[in-house]
């Protein structure tokens, strides 16, 4: 179980479609991650059904309600939005508005991590984040990631993918 005392991660389910669509629908969250405000209750249905139908993808629930309060997962090599070995990954992530700037996001970046060297073995995590969005590179701070001075540009973003990214990374010493 990824978990710490206040969060678990754990897959996404249709009953969480609701509180998905509160907190997706805010324009303040998806397209500071890439992606445009959910619209309808049935879009983020959808989007639980399709796109979080992983076992890469997690909701970040709050143990005190029960309650799906954001998404945190990675990208394999392939499915990335920047280029990466075939041993990293990408890590992505969002808290909704009402929770953030109280840890939380680094307490599940800091679980991800966790799973992605110790379980799973892989080399590097890549992240990167849209300049004008400075809170999301301190959770990668946070977390260790060290900054590599590149800035790039996500292609296969929906949203902002003529927006300039800075590239962090944190190298499995494990290995
Ligand atoms: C980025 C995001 C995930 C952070 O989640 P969170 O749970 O609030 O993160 P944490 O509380 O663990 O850490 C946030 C840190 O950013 C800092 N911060 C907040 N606003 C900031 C700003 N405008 N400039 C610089 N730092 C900022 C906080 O002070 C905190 O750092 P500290 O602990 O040193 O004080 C959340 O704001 C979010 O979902 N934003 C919209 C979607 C998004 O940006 N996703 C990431 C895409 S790369």
Redesign the pocket.
């Known amino acids: 179980m990824l978990q710490t005392d206040r969060i678990i991660l754990r897959p996404w389910r249709d009953d969480d479609a609701e509180a998905l669509f509160r907190y997706a629908s805010d324009p303040?969250?998806?397209?500071?991650?890439?992606w445009p405000p959910h619209q309808s209750v049935d879009e983020s249905l959808e989007i639980i059904r399709t796109i979080f139908h992983s076992d890469h993808i997690w909701a970040i629930e709050l143990k005190k309600t029960g309650e799906a309060i954001?998404c945190i997962g990675y990208y394999a090599h392939g499915e990335s939005n920047i280029d990466i070995g075939e041993n990293d990954v990408e890590a992505?992530?969002?808290?909704?508005?009402p929770?953030?700037?109280?840890?939380?996001?680094?307490?599940?970046?800091q679980l991800l991590i966790d799973y992605c060297f110790k379980t799973k073995g892989f080399r590097t995590i890549w992240?990167?984040?849209?300049v004008d969005?400075?809170?999301?590179?301190?959770?990668?701070?946070?977390c260790g990631f060290r900054d590599t001075g590149e800035i790039n540009y996500c292609s296969r973003l929906q949203h902002g993918n003529d927006k300039p990214?800075k590239v962090m990374r944190l190298d499995n010493r494990l290995k």
């Open positions: 303040d969250v998806g397209p500071r991650a890439g954001g992505g992530y969002w808290v909704a508005k929770y953030w700037n109280r840890g939380i996001c680094t307490e599940a970046l992240s990167d984040f849209f969005n400075p809170a999301s590179g301190r959770v990668m701070e946070k990214v």
